[in-house]
């Protein structure tokens, strides 16, 4: 069974620090997304990322894949109240049968 | 207009009731899915479907039915409920993309089971 895990659990930091959030797996992922959900809505699609060591930007949000595909981090530069939310990794194997979600990062950030 | 609505946005019933939470999308999409969430487990997939005709069981299936009544309907049915039923349940619709594909979600239905 592919499992994803994502540390911290929970997350509160001022306004303006820098914070990084991971998702580890045992397991190789032919992708892995991540998604926002903010509360009373469902999760939104941030960002895709396939190749292993790649690294994409959308804004202030860094996302990377690791080197082995089994890997992900969430680097947010400069936090905002607008940052607050549930951040989820999904990781695809190679049939993309179904995306397997980790159990979320809840971060708060305080103005 | 939302892409993906669900109805009822919050229910309350009781242990043995029988309740159906509806799930419809204007984006055309043959794929969709129903997911519960629970605190600390992140998004756990109870059923999918690829098309009207294909209804596949995911990873929590059990005192759960699912049917597909139209592309762009697909409903989820506790047919006995009981407590630890009590989540929110998302239904997601996707368009095929390989190991690229993007889930877009519904606004959730709040269940509590008494």
């Known amino acids: 069974t592919q499992l994803l895990e994502q540390s911290p659990q929970f997350l509160s930091i001022q306004e303006g620090e820098n914070l990084t959030v991971y998702c580890n797996s045992s397991?190789?992922?032919?992708?892995l997304q991540w998604y926002r959900q903010e509360p009373g809505e469902g999760p939104v699609l941030l960002v895709t990322v396939v190749t292993g060591g790649e690294v994409k930007k959308l804004k202030r949000l860094t996302f990377q894949f690791g080197d082995a595909r089994k890997d992900s981090s969430l680097h947010i530069t400069a936090a905002q109240p607008g940052d607050t939310g549930l951040y989820l990794c999904a990781g695809a194997g190679s049939s993309a049968s179904k995306i397997i979600f980790g159990s979320g990062t809840r971060l708060s950030i305080r103005p | 207009d939302a892409d993906v609505t669900q109805t009822p946005r919050n229910r309350i019933t009781k242990t043995g009731k029988r309740i159906m939470l509806e799930c419809s999308q204007t984006k055309g999409h043959d794929r969709m899915y129903w997911y519960r969430q629970d605190p600390g487990l992140g998004l756990r997939l109870i059923y999918y479907?690829?098309?009207?005709?294909?209804?596949n069981k995911g990873e929590i299936s059990d005192g759960y039915s699912v049917s597909r009544q139209a592309q762009a309907k697909f409903s989820l049915s506790l047919e006995s409920a009981i407590p630890n039923q009590t989540a929110l349940y998302f239904c997601?619709?996707?368009?095929?993309?390989?190991?690229?594909?993007?889930?877009?979600f519904g606004p959730g239905t709040r269940l509590l089971v008494l």
């Open positions: 397991s190789v992922f032919s992708s």
């Open positions: 479907s690829f098309d009207v005709k294909d209804i």
């Open positions: 997601a619709t996707s368009d095929p993309g390989g190991y690229q594909e993007t889930q877009y």
